[in-house]
């Protein structure tokens, strides 16, 4: 659908171009759609030249076939097991987070989701000393806690410094704020930068801002296209945190009226590929991690973390 | 992939216009072109594709440690919230009626006004009463005590008070918190604008606080609730980005049923809203 412009071929003169958008064909798709013959009269190119211009466009802008093995070993080659550096999620997750994939992470507020998000941030920095980017939706990123993660460490400052440094911070308000952003974050990934992982702490607010569902829909929509291709093209693991709300339905004379609902509505049930339940235990400071969703692992698979001012361990 | 002009925050007829004259991605969109020109204004154009600026961890932390914290009269508390009340947050107190969540409210109001050698901000505040709780006979009270405080501070430390001759007195307490009463949500809504107006001529406010959060909510439909709420935190903090202020909130306690039929106590307005809020402090009375 890309507009026509000079760099598609050096047929596509400013002038030719001029004539076509004229007689209002402005696309590739236009123009592909366009009989031969009136391409002929409005720009006063031979028959045979069009031919070639409409060769090149469908060449260049179709799908890509790809060889299944030379497929494979690509994907062999470029993805990568990212350890969380959390020991015990490491088990459960047979490794860590599989590039390509989408990780959801999801509970009652206050169970421990933001700080899983940063002791990963964490983590990762530190021992593969790549850049991790973390969008941050109502400002829950603090710097002060990774620093007193760090502390617990005892690492030296310079190093501190560098870890902190490569953790990259948006902090954002909108849902259109949310596409910008990772459309920017693509074309610095082209220019060069190393990222294996994005986090994103919290969606819901994004979304809750309106009841328009079908606009919210749609936005989704474009959200989750561009989370998939980032993911899958660039080798990236995402990992999103969503809330889940307890509703009480009902009164005194009826029981078991509690529904656990999780945020974002039913569209977005089917776009995570690992779903993560974090849950407050009955001891201080331990959470119980469950996975409720996984196109790989078994379901139901279970471990226990400790959570507290050093990160989550 | 290129970025679809239909992911932009522009209404469907304009996403239209642009695609029936040819622009279908961001990346073909040509400013110098006439027919571009003609559908949209460029310094919107640049609204619509504009990206925070990235930051890394470290500037985070040094934007922390130069915002600063207010106190809050209590050590043991301030100690808990890792320094006291943070800049840019959502705090909120809840508890029952009765234990203390607006004389917490008052507290504030005065500590950030101390001077900033004694751990104030030298700032101002903003006092959103939506319950008619705002009892100026009390914040006089707190006032009163907090100069004497700062009084024998002063005395015990000899620190000269040639220097700042005593701005910091109960007149001045008062007159920098600025109070808006409120009784209803649209108004409340119409006080963020009005906020914003104020604290472009005045930089120096660093607190709003609004007083029960719930009891405008209650009066609007429960459907309505978590999308108010979110656009009302989400312009809220916002501001606070911008101008540097701390946000409080109190909520008050209802009542849950569980399976079990025990009914127990939580906080109002429910688990999204609780998912939204950064920092939450029950208070409650001991015997």
């Known amino acids: ?313 | 992939m290129h970025q679809p002009i239909s992911s932009l925050n522009l209404p469907d007829f304009k996403i239209q216009e642009l695609q029936t004259v040819g622009y279908h991605y961001c990346t073909d969109a040509n400013k110098s072109e006439k027919k571009f020109a003609s559908k949209i204004q460029i310094s919107q154009w640049d609204d619509l594709v504009h990206t925070p600026k990235t930051r890394s961890a470290l500037d985070i932390y040094q934007e922390e440690c130069v915002s600063g914290t207010i106190l809050t009269s209590s050590k043991e508390l301030d100690e808990a919230l890792g320094g006291g009340i943070p800049v840019g947050l959502i705090t909120e107190f809840c508890g029952e009626p009765g234990c203390g969540k607006t004389q917490v409210c008052f507290h504030l109001c005065v500590n950030v006004q101390l001077p900033l050698w004694c751990g104030g901000m030298a700032g101002q505040s903003i006092y959103i009463s939506t319950n008619k709780g705002f009892a100026s006979h009390r914040l006089r009270e707190i006032a009163t005590a907090c100069v004497n405080n700062y009084l024998s501070f002063k005395a015990k430390h000899c620190i000269l008070a040639t220097s700042n001759n005593d701005e910091f007195c109960v007149q001045s307490i008062m007159r920098n918190i600025r109070y808006i009463g409120i009784n209803s949500h649209v108004e409340l809504v119409a006080a963020f604008k009005c906020m914003r107006h104020w604290l472009q001529e005045n930089l120096m406010i660093r607190l709003v606080v609004i007083d029960s959060i719930s009891a405008p909510l209650k009066k609007t439909e429960f459907k309505e609730r978590t999308q108010m709420l979110y656009n009302i935190c989400n312009d809220l903090q916002i501001l606070a980005q911008q101008f540097k202020f701390a946000i409080i909130f109190t909520n008050d306690m209802t009542t849950r049923i569980t399976s079990a039929n025990s009914p127990y106590h939580t906080p109002s307005l429910g688990d999204s809203y609780y998912h939204r809020i950064n920092v939450r402090v029950q208070l409650s009375k001991k015997d």
Not at chain 1, 39 to 64: D, F, M, P, Q, W
Not at chain 1, 116 to 145: E, M, P, W
Not at chain 1, 190 to 195: H, K, P, Q, Y
């Open chain 1, 1 to 313: 659908m890309a507009r026509l412009k000079p760099e598609m071929h050096p047929l596509l003169t400013e002038e030719v171009i001029n004539f076509l958008f004229g007689k209002n064909i402005y696309t590739v798709v236009n123009f592909l759609q366009t009989e031969i013959k009136q391409i002929c009269c409005i720009t006063n190119l031979a028959y045979k030249e069009i031919l070639g211009i409409r060769k090149h466009l469908i060449h260049k802008n179709s799908a890509v076939v790809r060889n299944g093995l030379d497929y494979y070993k690509e994907m062999i080659r470029a993805t990568a097991i990212i350890p969380t550096g959390i020991q015990n999620v490491d088990a459960m997750l047979e490794g860590g987070l599989l590039t390509g994939n989408i990780y959801e992470i999801c509970g009652l507020p206050s169970n421990g989701k933001t700080q899983f998000c940063l002791t990963i941030a964490k983590n990762v920095t530190q021992k593969l000393q790549q850049h991790v980017y973390y969008i941050d939706t109502k400002r829950d990123f603090s710097g002060r806690k990774i620093l007193r993660m760090l502390d617990a460490e005892k690492l030296p400052a310079d190093q501190i410094g560098n870890i902190m440094s490569r953790i990259l911070v948006k902090q954002i308000n909108t849902k259109y704020e949310l596409l910008n952003c990772l459309y920017s974050i693509q074309k610095e990934i082209d220019e060069g930068l190393t990222l294996r992982l994005i986090i994103i702490d919290s969606l819901p607010p994004l979304f809750y801002q309106t009841e328009e569902s079908a606009k919210n829909y749609g936005v989704m929509n474009q959200f989750v296209n561009i989370m998939r291709f980032l993911a899958r093209e660039y080798h990236l693991a995402f990992i999103v945190t969503n809330c889940i709300t307890i509703w009480y339905e009902g009164d005194f004379s009826m029981e078991k009226a509690i529904t656990e609902k999780l945020g974002l509505g039913r569209y977005w049930l089917s776009i995570a590929n690992f779903r993560i339940m974090i849950k407050q235990t009955q001891e201080i400071c331990k959470y119980g991690l469950n996975i409720v969703k996984s196109n790989k692992l078994p379901k139901g698979v279970n471990c226990t973390v400790n959570i507290n001012d050093s990160g989550m361990f």
